[in-house]
């Protein structure tokens, strides 16, 4: 079965720059995976910030954006802000008309 | 303006049946891909479910394979997902969303679907 891995919680302090990862349970992520990222604040929708490892979704702010670090997907988040505090979930498309999510990260702006 | 609306969560018991509809505008509804997505309470997103362009191909997550029907109907840029034999753990939100780049692009607001007795 495919575990998708992430931090479970993470630190930044405003104006700081924080990357969160995405792995694989075994192996490695590559742009193959079409790794996709998520925020998403309590009772709302996810939004969309990254999608095809790096391509910034319409209307998110350059401060984030999406790369492959190693054998992980990442997130890297600069001049944090605190309406960044949320929780944050990447997806990897499977190649088989399938998609798995992360267990998302959550991020507090202290 | 992209918009997805959710409707048809409800309160049911276990091994009950459900229908969610999501309702589509804003865009050429035929052309995409579309997914359905749940959170359980206070868990993370769980992909579930989605459909091609012309509905003539379906996914689903093993836990919920024989049990749900994801279908799209183009003519009324409707989908649908058609819960059947329900347990508890099929308790969440469920998102509407569309996929784009094997991602998903747009989302709903989501619909809550509570599995109990």
């Known amino acids: 079965q495919t575990v998708v891995t992430q931090e479970p919680s993470f630190s930044v302090s405003p104006g700081g720059t924080v990357t969160l990862t995405c792995g694989l349970s075994s192996g490695s992520v590559s742009a193959h995976y079409y790794p996709s990222w998520y925020q998403q604040t309590p009772g709302q929708a996810p939004r969309t910030l990254i999608y095809n490892t790096n391509t910034l979704s319409s209307g998110v702010p350059d401060r984030f954006s999406g790369s492959i670090l190693g054998n992980k997907a990442a997130l890297t988040i600069t001049g944090a802000q605190a309406d960044d505090e949320s929780d944050f979930f990447c997806?990897?498309?499977?190649?088989?008309?399938?998609?798995?999510f992360g267990g998302g990260t959550k991020l507090t702006v202290v | 303006e992209v918009q997805l609306v959710e409707s048809g969560g409800d309160l049911v018991q276990p091994g009950g049946s459900l229908r969610l509809s999501c309702a589509a505008s804003g865009f050429t509804f035929s052309s995409y891909w579309m997914s359905w997505v749940r959170q359980a309470p206070g868990k993370g997103l769980e992909w579930v479910a989605n459909i091609k362009q012309d509905g003539t191909e379906k996914f689903y997550v093993d836990s919920v394979k024989g049990r749900f029907t994801i279908s799209k109907d183009n003519t009324k840029n409707s989908l649908t997902l058609h819960m059947t034999s329900l347990r508890a753990d099929d308790t969440a939100v469920y998102f509407c969303?569309?996929?784009?780049?094997?991602?998903?692009?747009?989302w709903g607001q989501g619909t809550l679907v509570t599995v109990s007795s």
């Open positions: 969303a569309r996929n784009w780049r094997s991602a998903f692009d747009s």
């Open positions: 997806a990897l498309s499977m190649g088989n008309g399938i998609s798995v």
